[in-house]
């Protein structure tokens, strides 16, 4: 956790969900690179709710079958995992007064799958959604015609072999069509991680939000 820069209470929050497994300490990195457009930020990154059964060390949001059917380990992991991480959203509303029309939530990888779900899940809509190299699965009614949608940023590497970039293809193509404001980069030459253009293209979408 990062304050905000300012020094002031926060008015504004940025949770950052990390990749399978890893552990909050990875992401947080991302926090300097968007404290002078976000000084009043408050810059969260929650561990995931257990540690990796495999051949990773750190923490995982769900589990992923390697041997098996990893397409099906996703869809009934991110739903698995999606009340843990609402109520870990609802409970830092609570606690620091900043709602979800202030709040980002972005992830990398298993992070980002997860940041998609719950964040389109959601009855109030978030300040926005940023997923490095993730997926959508889809929740239920995100794409209700009275649904609030939050403004969503895809960047994701076209070299990447452990999330296809055809995935973010794809969720740029879903949300399009229904009616959310997407942004969508693709990183050159750029494997499983976060290259310096998607960071900056990442950056200009949080300087969007604010001047809107």
């Known amino acids: 956790m990062l304050p905000p820069k300012s020094g002031k209470p926060p008015t504004q929050a940025v949770v950052l969900l990390h990749g399978y497994g890893s552990d909050g300490n990875d992401l947080i990195g991302l926090a300097p690179y968007w404290q002078g457009t976000l000084p009043d930020a408050l810059f969260v990154a929650p561990d995931g709710p257990t540690q990796c059964d495999g051949f990773a060390s750190g923490y995982q949001w769900f589990e992923i079958d390697f041997a098996g059917d990893r397409l099906a380990s ?11 991480l609402t109520q870990f959203l609802s409970d830092m509303w ?10 980002i939530l972005a992830g990398f990888s298993q992070g980002a799958m997860m940041a998609l779900h719950v964040g389109l899940s959601l009855d109030t809509p978030l300040m926005g959604i940023i997923a490095f190299s993730g997926a959508l699965l889809p929740p239920e009614n995100f794409d209700a015609p009275d649904h609030k949608k939050t403004p969503v940023c895809l960047v994701h590497g076209d070299m990447d072999d452990v999330v296809a970039p055809e995935l973010s293809a794809e969720a740029h193509d879903v949300l399009t069509k229904a009616g959310y404001d997407v942004k969508y980069h693709v990183s050159t030459g750029t494997s499983h991680s976060i290259a310096a253009d998607g960071l900056t293209f990442a950056t200009d979408f949080i300087a969007g939000l604010i001047t809107k």
């Open 74 to 84: 996703r869809q009934t992991g991110v739903v698995n995992a999606r009340p843990i």
């Open 94 to 103: 609570a606690q620091t007064g900043i709602t979800p029309e202030n709040t």
